[in-house]
């Protein structure tokens, strides 16, 4: 900027009054702290050290920016099909999910939404709505009128305890895993001013779900989203041995025109304690009630055949309408060519798949 721009700026500002110098000033810090916190974002995590700092946080979120915590449970139990979705969140400006208008609120707390559902011998909704969400360094409490999720601890121990109407449906010790090396994930992409970073806990937990022991593996994520959400496949497959198998495939959808962003299948061998890499995914779907799915990998020497047997469907309205829908899944074939991973002793696969389209700010 030349020195005739400054000067013309600090006559404007000097001619105002000082109310209005008061809410110029707030802007700017406004503007400003935003700026800080995306820098935050984009910066390379990588230290254990920075897991706890990143989730019992609030974002100073930007324009068009999200946050929101997702927790997956599955059984490890042969041919259990229990399974178990925790989901809060909330965004920087007003946004309609599920038909319920979700207002910003940033002070100590933040009006945010939660869902929290299970599968267990049938579907069952636990707390569905828009809530308040509050934060402490060790604590996150999520709450409305029917009940209450409570998220607490700190690396690597965690406790997660949610109850409905004063009665206590899931109380879980979530740990690290004893001989995983790939226990937790950062990954942050951003472009100028639109992106994401998350950071991802690959953990075990074991429990009570409806008073009934509930043990196995879990999937513990919070994700900070700047711009729009974009169509994704993924899914997590958990093995009663333990192994684990995930795939994930975001993607831009315009009319007839469908481009990868990227696309990559991987396998967590619970024995040996190794991970393998596959490419050349493809992911077809069959059927509308209860889907079928047939995934293939390294030009299908990879194949995994999955039927759903649960869903619930979200839907978010802003600029724009973005569908996200959670299948729960049971694994009924898997074969793996030219690899040493003995597929014979996974023993029963069950896990979730997310299907998500269309787009929203």
Request: overall charge positive.
């Amino acid at each position: 900027m030349t020195d005739d721009v400054f000067n013309t700026m600090d006559k404007y500002i000097e001619a105002l009054s000082s109310i209005e110098k008061k809410h110029l000033k707030e802007k700017i810090r406004q503007i400003n702290s935003k700026y800080k916190s995306l820098i935050e974002l984009k910066k390379t995590k990588n230290s254990v050290y920075e897991i706890d700092p990143m989730f019992f946080c609030f974002e100073d979120l930007p324009p068009t920016g999200k946050e929101y915590w997702f927790m997956k449970f599955v059984s490890t139990e042969p041919k259990d099909k229990r399974q178990l979705l925790v989901m809060f969140g909330d965004s920087s400006e007003t946004i309609k999910i599920n038909q319920k208008k979700v207002r910003c609120r940033k002070h100590k707390e933040r009006n945010g939404y939660m869902t929290v559902w299970c599968y267990d011998d049938k579907k069952e909704l636990i707390l569905d709505g828009e809530s308040s969400i509050s934060m402490n360094p060790n604590n996150i409490m999520v709450s409305d009128k029917q009940g209450k999720i409570s998220y607490k601890g700190e690396f690597p121990n965690y406790f997660l305890n949610i109850s409905r109407k004063n009665k206590e449906i899931i109380d879980i010790k979530i740990t690290k895993p004893e001989h995983n090396s790939n226990f937790f994930e950062f990954n942050t992409t951003f472009k100028l001013f639109a992106g994401f970073g998350l950071i991802n806990l690959y953990f075990d937990f074991m429990g009570v779900l409806n008073e009934k022991n509930f043990t196995g593996k879990c999937y513990v994520q919070k994700v900070v989203v700047v711009g729009p959400f974009v169509p994704w496949y993924w899914g997590r497959i958990v093995f009663s041995n333990g192994s684990i198998l995930t795939y994930f495939e975001p993607r831009i959808e315009i009319s007839k025109f469908n481009h990868k962003l990227h696309s990559s299948l991987q396998f967590y061998d619970n024995i040996k304690d190794k991970k393998y890499i596959f490419r050349d995914l493809t992911i077809k779907k069959f059927g509308k009630k209860n889907p079928r799915w047939i995934i293939t990998a390294n030009k299908g020497k990879v194949f995994i055949s999955l039927k759903s047997y649960s869903s619930h469907k979200f839907k978010f309205e802003k600029i724009g309408v973005f569908t996200y829908i959670e299948y729960l899944s049971e694994v009924t074939d898997i074969s793996i060519e030219d690899c040493d991973i003995d597929t014979s002793k996974l023993g029963s696969g069950f896990g979730l798949i997310e299907d998500a389209k269309g787009y929203v700010l």
